[in-house]
């Protein structure tokens, strides 16, 4: 009974305190919204929400609590002049109410100068529904209104998908139970990877609430989720607060990462990017406290420092193996770790490609086939990487560095050629960029058809290729703008060196051409073929147009100003190239 009269005071004072936690957008670190909390009075048995809702469903008196708590959120959201959505937590029982459509109106919001269209109904998964068509019915009366939907606690209730299908909400939150140690749990990856597929298919948006730690975040935004709430972004206030700075910096570097990952291959991407550090034990740890530690955790592996130095591993599946035989418990329980575990692991430093690293790993006996890869950096313990990490991590790289490759050449398309020249400018390092155009190309294609234009364009990526690879081994980017145009970027600025490189392909590319001709179009210089009126015309050979520009890339303020300059360049070397009838060079220094 004394939390019915608690409850009773709470309601008639109106003594609830509500609280605003930020939902962000963590492409750009901004807010979107703010999910209102109600909490009951500080230091009261009622203070915690869930007892605060339990008394009040037990005693008769939760439309009255529900009524209040929003009421509350609004006038307070108003006066903290808040202008994202707000999200309330609404009972699937009481949004059907009567007494909610009357109390939840247009005119209702204007008072506090509240737009329908920022607010969103949370619904909780966690409550049963009897009647879908009617609850279908009512949501689509405040939809009509301009309010949204969010189903809350996603993955945790009854209903699950089937509640997600009937009520086709705007927004989905991922329970946290979901979002706890999912940098952990490969099988809770792939629940949310889905969830956030489901939403691009049908233009929901995806919130994963209950976010605590860096690993956690880290795991999300790699999953693609694009709206993240929890203690870690930012506790819940009564007072409106912006997101620290250090949280935005940590994100904004985890962007930048993920942009440069398509840069990467599996031959070049380090190992230690996927590294996931996991608490070390030393070596004189008993067998009993180790194998309570695997009870208690998701983690299938241990690794044995020694001043920081990984010496050594304990397998989860070795240790259970070792203390199920007869006389296991009597040999290892209370012995140390040292005794069990692998002297021998595979580690490896963090800058070595993962493709190397599985080559090694697969390379390992058979009964060591699936163990932690320990990364160590500057010699010391960094982290460790399971087997189902590398090879989805080789995958994913592969697949990604696939869908910005140019199907015929393999080299990196139009988005990574960009990402490339922002990355050079924002770095303002002192650059050549060249760019390659074929000359006379479409006569070509027109006059010998288009598996010959291909084999052309093959020949050409390969002559580029290769002399690049001459002179500067790995230490340039090659891109395939499309049709008869690419583009290279090199970090020197020596004119005379640059200039070699360029004659050389220039003089490779007329050489080899002429076995893509008959001998009577190599007699005449030229073929005829139709231009673009349509009109019949004599064209040159095909010939190599090398555009260069050596400059300060600090003075190139985006990739639009580099291909504007590339173009008046090319514009004079064509020229050139039209009258001597062979390929050519032009190259400016800014």
Same mark, same amino acid.
């Given at each position: 009974m004394e939390d019915k009269?608690?409850? =009773?005071?709470?309601?008639?004072n109106k003594s609830i305190r509500t609280f605003f936690q930020p939902i962000i957008d963590v492409m750009n670190s901004k807010i979107i919204g703010y999910e209102a909390l109600s909490r009951g009075p500080k230091g009261l048995p009622l203070e915690r929400p869930d007892l605060l809702f339990d008394a009040a469903e037990r005693y008769g008196n939760l439309w009255d609590l529900e009524y209040l708590c929003r009421s509350l959120a609004i006038e307070r959201a108003s006066k903290l002049n808040i202008d994202k959505y707000l999200f309330l937590n609404v009972d699937p029982r009481i949004i059907r109410d009567r007494n909610f459509r009357n109390g939840f109106t247009r005119d209702y919001l204007k008072q506090f100068n509240i737009d329908s269209n920022m607010i969103i109904f949370e619904i909780t998964e966690k409550t049963a529904i009897d009647d879908y068509k009617a609850f279908r019915e009512v949501l689509e009366h405040y939809i009509k209104q301009g309010y949204k939907i969010a189903i809350d606690d996603t993955g945790a209730g009854y209903s699950g998908?089937?509640?997600?299908?009937?009520t086709k909400p705007q927004f989905l939150k991922l329970d946290m139970g979901i979002i706890r140690d999912i940098d952990k749990d490969s099988f809770k990856q792939a629940v949310c990877r889905n969830f956030a597929h489901l939403c691009k298919l049908t233009n929901m948006k995806l919130i994963a609430e209950g976010v605590e730690t860096k690993d956690e975040l880290v795991t999300l935004i790699n999953l693609g989720i694009e709206y993240v709430q929890g203690y870690l972004i930012a506790r819940p206030s009564e007072t409106i607060q912006d997101i620290q700075s250090d949280i935005k910096e940590f994100i904004k570097g985890q962007i930048n990462e993920n942009n440069k990952n398509i840069f990467y291959t599996s031959k070049t991407f380090p190992i230690g990017k996927i590294a996931r550090f996991d608490e070390p034990i030393t070596k004189d740890m008993k067998c009993v406290k180790v194998k309570e530690m695997f009870n208690n955790s998701l983690c299938h592996g241990l690794v044995v420092v020694q001043n920081k130095i990984p010496i050594g591993l304990v397998m989860k599946n070795r240790i259970n193996m070792l203390l199920s035989s007869i006389y296991g418990n009597a040999l290892y329980l209370n012995k140390s770790v040292e005794l069990?575990?692998?002297?021998?692991? %595979?580690?490896?430093?963090?800058?070595?490609?993962?493709? =190397?690293?599985?080559? *090694?790993a697969m390379s390992r006996q058979e009964d060591?086939?699936?163990d932690y890869v320990i990364v160590k950096r500057n010699e010391e313990y960094y982290g460790v990487v399971s087997i189902r990490r590398l090879l989805e991590c080789t995958m994913d790289l592969e697949l990604t560095y696939a869908r910005h490759t140019n199907p015929l050449t393999g080299l990196p398309g139009n988005i990574l050629i960009e990402n490339t020249l922002s990355d050079v400018i924002t770095k303002g390092k002192k650059v050549s960029i060249l760019y390659f155009d074929i000359n006379n190309f479409k006569a070509y294609n027109d006059t010998y058809g288009f598996e010959n234009g291909d084999k052309v364009i093959k020949l050409t990526?390969?002559?580029?290729?290769?002399?690049?690879?001459l002179y500067l081994k790995d230490n340039y980017f090659l891109g395939h703008i499309g049709g008869d145009d690419y583009i290279a970027i090199i970090e020197e600025d020596d004119f005379e060196f640059i200039n070699k490189i360029c004659t050389e392909i220039a003089e490779k590319f007329d050489t080899h051409i002429k076995g893509f001709y008959t001998l009577e179009d190599i007699a005449k210089g030229y073929v005829?073929?139709?231009?673009?009126?349509? =009109? *019949?015309?004599?064209?040159?050979? %095909?010939?190599?147009?090398?555009?260069?520009?050596?400059?300060?890339?600090?003075? *190139?303020?985006?990739?639009h100003m580099v291909a504007n300059i590339l173009s008046k360049i090319k514009i004079e070397?064509?020229?050139?190239?039209?009258?001597?009838n062979k390929s050519g060079i032009k190259i400016e220094i800014s």
């Open positions: 009269i608690i409850l =009773e005071e709470i309601i008639k998908i089937k509640l997600i299908t009937e069990i575990m692998d002297r021998n692991p %595979l580690i490896v430093d963090y800058n070595v490609p993962i493709a =190397e690293v599985t080559h *090694l060591k086939l699936y990526s390969n002559i580029i290729t290769d002399c690049l690879k005829i073929s139709p231009n673009r009126q349509g =009109e *019949l015309q004599k064209f040159n050979l %095909l010939s190599l147009c090398i555009a260069g520009l050596i400059c300060d890339a600090k003075k *190139l303020k985006t990739p070397c064509k020229s050139s190239c039209k009258l001597v």
